[in-house]
């Protein structure tokens, strides 16, 4: 099954805001478990494609573009902290 039409979905903008607060919150808060991460980016995504949209009209491809946009932030973090780890330790815990 190829699931490549989903990449159509995915709005820059909503995956940047996702992305960053996202990032916030693993940073800022030790506290928050980062498991709820990918529901927040989720929920945070869906509701700010609804409010892009808002005048437009709301449809399920309007929140399933939110949805996957939100979702793909948290793979992209993941991506971008792997590329980034190069020597194969995490500065996570320093």
Do not use: H
Not at 10 to 15: D, S, V
């Amino acid at each position: 099954m190829d699931i490549n039409f989903l990449v159509d979905y995915i709005n820059p903008l909503i995956l940047g805001i996702c992305l960053l607060v996202g990032f916030v919150l693993k940073t800022a808060f030790d506290k928050f478990p980062n498991k709820y991460i990918p529901l927040c980016a989720l929920c945070m995504g869906t509701i700010i494609a609804i409010l892009i949209n808002l005048q437009s009209g709301i449809n399920a491809e309007v929140i399933l573009g939110g949805m996957i946009s939100g979702l793909a932030s948290t793979g992209l973090y993941e991506m971008l902290r792997n590329l980034l780890d190069k020597d194969g330790k995490s500065k996570e815990g320093e």
